[in-house]
């Protein structure tokens, strides 16, 4: 958490939480009791809010400060609702493209891929709240500010946000080597969102088989896989080339 805007106490998160404050990483001492901690854990399981339980001497090595059995760390960028972005977008001039990142965990690959996001024109990056990578200094410097300029929703579950996009008529590619044939031969042209996998195991099976179209890159080396930056901006660049030619 180096760098990182920390609150420390748990009335003290139960305040930011309460303020709405974009919660990254949130550390709990491991056997904590009594009302006050019972209140922060039902408003972090209420708010969807992801949290770890440690023991005592991780909070001890995290600050000098007196942390009173918890520690969060604030994300210096707000988040987006996601329907209400989805909603917003739909009623714009523009074909919508969104990015779907499913359990993207390495912050600098996070910064990279937002970065070219906001270059391509992305309306939207869509995230879970639990298993991703959280945006830090490291994050918001890799993506060159971009950070700031691109909305990013956290959603509970990646499916549900599938469907919702589905629905309203988004078609979802999921980006998979996997995947029978190239991304060239998808229409990019229509209403999309592309999902790209975490940086070891790709995309998770059961949300691959919710999505409408699979595609792939073509690799001649002898290398199994691009790395993920890399590839979201291969994706991104083909739905770019078809839009403005």
């Known amino acids: 958490m180096k760098n990182a805007q920390l609150i420390y106490g748990i009335r003290a998160i139960i305040e930011a939480i309460e303020a709405n404050k974009p919660i990254n990483k949130l550390f ?3 056997g904590l009791k009594g009302g006050l901690f019972q209140e922060l854990e039902h408003k972090l399981r209420k708010n969807g809010i992801g949290f770890s339980y440690v023991p005592v001497e991780k909070l001890n090595r995290l ?17 987006h609702d996601f329907e209400v972005l989805v909603e917003t977008i739909l009623k714009g001039d523009t074909t919508p493209l969104f990015l779907l990142l499913d359990q993207i965990t390495d912050v600098r690959n996070f910064g990279a891929i937002i970065r070219t996001a906001e270059c391509t024109g992305v309306n939207g990056i869509i995230i879970p709240k639990s298993g991703s990578a959280p945006i830090t200094d490291d994050t918001i410097k890799t993506s060159a500010g971009a950070a700031f300029k691109v909305p990013i929703a956290k959603v509970n579950h990646l499916k549900d946000a599938i469907f919702y996009l589905q629905q309203s008529g988004i078609q979802v590619l999921a980006a998979t080597e996997k995947a029978a044939k190239p991304v060239y031969g ?55 080339r078809q839009r403005t030619t």
């Open 28 to 30: 709990i001492q491991r």
């Open 186 to 240: 998808t229409d990019l042209t229509l209403p999309s969102a592309i999902l790209m996998g975490s940086e070891d195991k790709g995309i998770s099976t059961s949300i691959l088989n919710s999505t409408d179209i699979q595609a792939k890159l073509p690799q001649l080396g002898t290398i199994g896989s691009l790395n993920v930056s890399v590839a979201c901006g291969v994706f991104l660049y083909e739905a770019v």
């Open 63 to 79: 600050t000098r400060n007196n942390h009173q059995g918890a520690i969060a760390q604030i994300s210096p960028v707000a988040f």
